[in-house]
């Protein structure tokens, strides 16, 4: 049997295969080969490691070297240089943004320091097309357990006490959830995996799908064991084809070793897994309209109750539970709810992942402690803002989350604390803003994405919220007052009072929490017809400064309207009104003679 | 593939598979871990170091110490090839010279499963090897 001195994880994420992971991997086994190194070497294509930002990610192990940005061309470089000669490749080596140190050991990085991983423990550490590399990390071991040395109420229990809440957004207790269900009687009975993650900008879900999709597989397994269902459906959206493909290879797998299927480790427990394809609508994600989409109905959310634990996929008592929930579970079945509950805060136990994004300088995927401040998050994972700029705001909870400021960044991020300062936890979206952006112009991006998004079954969601988005156009027009203001808190109110389902119920968070920190911003736009990050066109001037205008004439001749005035050798003068904001003057001013106002 | 029909299967299984996964494991958290560093340039290999590294990666396996080797570059001692570098949690990294099989049984009896010196010590005149 070979015995491998050396392991070469390479990411097989999504964001690394597009920039060319696969071919880095082949180009490394060639290499390999060529040194004659094959029983000595091991290369194992992984899941994400959470970088994404610098990938494609390659790992040698067992020194814990991180390589990042690696190109295909890398590959003979790395087996000659650092598996041969043990030199590491300094030019490929991670480089700390603010103080330009090279770390090679990702343990030292500051994006990694803080993050505990539980949900993401084998995303970048294993093959997730090898069902042996999880069981030999402990997988199905939960699943075991369960069926031989547990009762389906003693494993409700554990979940219960362990303090796990549900990961796609409500926060709900998922030990009580799974009670419910496994209280109601019925002749068939079904659990859902909710894979939807209609978030834009969200992979947390995807991840984990790509990078450990039998732990999803194993944690349905047991959800069914509790309540007594024997069949699973994950609903993912047909726009993942590298997490189905996963999946589809973990089903088979997993049915070959009888992980699956009938009489699952001769416990005499059925339960087997089917996959159902979502179209890539939004509002699919709220449960209720899953389960109709499912059923080959429109998506669109129904009145609960009653809940899908009661009647739910074909009228049956159903289950839905988020990709991230799931993946918890065999963890706390293994290591115990004692061990689980010390983690996190007062009140949500464990961790939460987030997909950082934005103004960010460590864009990823990460997975924290409940009760990790904003701070913690933006400035020590994050590794600060971009460019040296100044903090803003950030987004959280997804296109209906609110925007926070710097007085919220030592919030401990949590389900109730986050609602407690406008926002929400959502499915972890972590957007930053900095100096730059416009409030108002980002609130009006995330009603933008809302009316995309409304099934149009209730009037206040649909055309309450268009109604929104046209007044904060207005607003970002210049045209707007300060009635327009309180108009948009009154609508916001009455939308979230009086919508059917989630989606309408906090579209206007955007809008609220803006008015509420930014109202100076707003007030400047209507007011005083100013945009001061300068992202509202409408409101931005071109001016030349006289002082500085040489009279060179050189904007005058660039300027497609011919709007710029002067003679030879004196200041030039635009005419603002028929300006049409090309931003050419500017460009050929060699006196920085022009700027926007 | 078989099925795996029991909890027991399960569990046999998996101590089996456990072992390819070991070195990813171990390196989760190297500093509980002994170390060791095989110099690995021209002239370490050219003086056997292959043969002592193996060695070393077998021995402590079989002896249940659980070890992380790995190779390093050029150390500067020709003079003393194979050189090694061996650092148990807790204490300051030691270099040893001239290291054959013996020797290598030596410093994996004496020095880490005992906390005894062993003659061969290189007085180290280096910061890191990184
Ligand atoms: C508009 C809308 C979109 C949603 N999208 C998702 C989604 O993409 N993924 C998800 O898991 N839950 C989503 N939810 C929440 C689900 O309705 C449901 O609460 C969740 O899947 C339950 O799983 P959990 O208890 O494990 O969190 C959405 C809810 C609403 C109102
Ligand atoms: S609130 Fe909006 S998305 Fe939800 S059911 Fe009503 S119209 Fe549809
Ligand atoms: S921005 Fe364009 S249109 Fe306006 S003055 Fe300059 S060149 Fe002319
Ligand atoms: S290009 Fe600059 S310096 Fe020249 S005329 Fe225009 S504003 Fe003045
Ligand atoms: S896809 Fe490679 S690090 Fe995320
Ligand atoms: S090549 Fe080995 S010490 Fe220089």
């Known amino acids: 049997m070979e015995k491998y001195k050396m392991h070469i994880l390479v990411c097989g994420g999504t964001g690394c295969r597009a920039s060319a992971s696969e071919a880095i991997q082949n180009n490394l086994q060639d290499a390999i080969a060529a040194k004659g190194l094959e029983d000595e070497v091991q290369v194992v294509m992984t899941g994400c490691f959470g970088f994404c930002e610098k990938g494609p990610i390659v790992k040698i192990l067992p020194d814990n070297t991180f390589y990042v940005e690696v190109k295909p061309e890398d590959a003979e470089e790395l087996i000659e240089e650092h598996i041969i000669k043990g030199r590491k490749v300094m030019r490929l080596l991670y480089v700390d943004p603010e103080n330009k140190e090279v770390i090679s050991d990702s343990k030292h990085m500051g994006f990694y320091k803080k993050q505990i991983r539980i949900a993401l423990r084998n995303c970048?550490?294993?093959?997730?097309?090898?069902?042996?590399?999880?069981?030999?990390?402990d997988g199905y071991a939960a699943l075991g357990k369960c069926l031989a040395e547990m009762t389906p109420q003693t494993v409700i229990?554990?979940?219960?006490?362990?303090?796990?809440?549900?990961?796609?957004?409500?926060?709900?207790?998922?030990?009580?959830k799974w009670e419910f269900a496994a209280k109601n009687e019925a002749d068939q009975k079904y659990v859902v995996c909710n894979a939807d993650e209609g978030d834009p900008g969200a992979f947390m879900d995807r991840?984990?799908?790509?990078?450990?999709?039998?732990?999803?597989?194993?944690?349905?397994?047991?959800?069914?064991?509790?309540?007594?269902?024997?069949?699973?459906?994950?609903?993912?959206?047909?726009?993942?084809?590298?997490?189905?493909?996963?999946?589809?290879?973990?089903?088979?797998?997993?049915?070959?070793?009888g992980l699956l299927g009938n009489d699952i480790l001769g416990s005499g427990f059925n339960f087997d897994v089917e996959m159902r394809y979502g179209a890539g609508a939004f509002v699919c994600g709220e449960e209720t309209a899953l389960i109709h989409s499912m059923e080959g109905l429109r998506g669109e959310p129904t009145v609960k109750p009653p809940f899908p634990a009661e009647s739910g996929y074909n009228g049956k008592p159903t289950n839905v539970n988020n990709v991230e929930t799931f993946a918890n579970i065999p963890v706390i079945i293994n290591k115990g709810a004692n061990w689980f509950n010390k983690i996190g805060s007062e009140k949500a136990k464990g961790t939460k992942v987030f997909a950082l994004a934005g103004k960010i300088n460590n864009v990823g995927l990460i997975e924290v402690p409940m009760g990790t401040t904003l701070r913690e998050v933006i400035y020590e994972i994050g590794g600060?803002?971009?460019?040296?700029?100044?903090?803003?705001?950030?987004?959280?909870?997804?296109?209906?989350?609110?925007?926070?400021?710097?007085?919220?960044?030592?919030?401990?991020?949590?389900?109730?604390?986050?609602?407690?300062?406008?926002?929400?936890?959502?499915s972890g979206g972590m957007i930053v803003m900095d100096e730059d952006d416009c409030m108002v112009s980002m609130a009006k991006f995330y009603l933008e994405f809302t009316v995309e998004e409304s099934c149009g079954k209730c009037t206040p969601c649909r055309i309450g919220n268009k109604r929104l988005h046209e007044i904060l156009h207005k607003i970002t027009l210049g045209e707007g007052t300060k009635e327009d203001l309180d108009l948009l808190r009154n609508l916001s109110t009455v939308i979230k009072d009086t919508s059917l389902c989630g989606l309408g119920q906090t579209s206007p968070n955007p809008v609220l929490s803006t008015l509420d920190n930014f109202y100076d911003e707003y007030i400047s736009h209507v007011e005083d017809h100013k945009c001061a990050a300068g992202q509202c066109k409408a409101l931005m001037q071109y001016v030349i400064d006289p002082e500085l205008c040489v009279g060179c004439t050189l904007c005058s001749r660039n300027c497609p309207v011919d709007c710029i005035s002067g003679e030879r050798k004196e200041a030039h003068l635009i005419d603002t009104s028929k300006c049409i904001k090309c931003g050419a003057c500017m460009e050929k001013c060699k006196f920085n003679a022009i700027s926007i106002q | 593939m078989a099925k795996v029909k029991s909890l027991a299967d399960l569990r046999r299984m998996k101590e089996e598979l456990q072992s390819k996964m070991d070195l990813r494991e171990k390196s989760n958290d190297p500093e509980s871990l002994v170390q060791i560093k095989v110099a690995m340039a021209t002239c370490g290999i050219a003086s056997g170091?292959?043969?002592?590294?193996?060695?070393?990666?077998?021995?402590?396996?079989?002896?249940?110490?659980?070890?992380?080797?790995?190779?390093?570059?050029?150390?500067?001692?020709?003079?003393?090839?194979?050189?090694?570098?061996?650092?148990?949690?807790?204490?300051?990294?030691?270099?040893?010279g001239d290291v054959d099989i013996k020797k290598a049984d030596q410093i994996v009896e004496k020095y880490i499963k005992n906390g005894e010196l062993v003659d061969g010590i290189i007085p180290v005149n280096y910061k890191t090897l990184d």
């Open chain 1, 384 to 426: 600060g803002i971009k460019d040296g700029k100044k903090f803003k705001a950030v987004q959280t909870g997804g296109p209906s989350g609110g925007c926070l400021t710097e007085k919220h960044l030592d919030t401990p991020i949590d389900f109730d604390n986050l609602i407690a300062v406008g926002s929400m936890m959502g």
């Open chain 1, 207 to 257: 991840s984990i799908l790509e990078g450990d999709p039998h732990s999803v597989l194993e944690a349905m397994a047991i959800c069914g064991y509790t309540m007594g269902a024997d069949k699973g459906l994950i609903y993912i959206r047909a726009e993942y084809p590298l997490a189905i493909t996963r999946l589809k290879v973990a089903i088979k797998q997993a049915r070959e070793y």
């Open chain 1, 157 to 176: 229990d554990e979940i219960k006490e362990s303090g796990l809440r549900g990961r796609g957004g409500g926060g709900f207790p998922t030990g009580l």
């Open chain 2, 49 to 96: 170091a292959k043969e002592v590294m193996e060695f070393l990666i077998e021995e402590t396996a079989k002896r249940g110490i659980k070890t992380i080797v790995t190779q390093t570059g050029c150390m500067g001692y020709c003079y003393a090839e194979p050189t090694i570098e061996v650092k148990v949690p807790g204490k300051e990294p030691i270099v040893f």
């Open chain 1, 124 to 137: 970048g550490f294993i093959n997730p097309e090898n069902v042996d590399e999880y069981i030999a990390r």
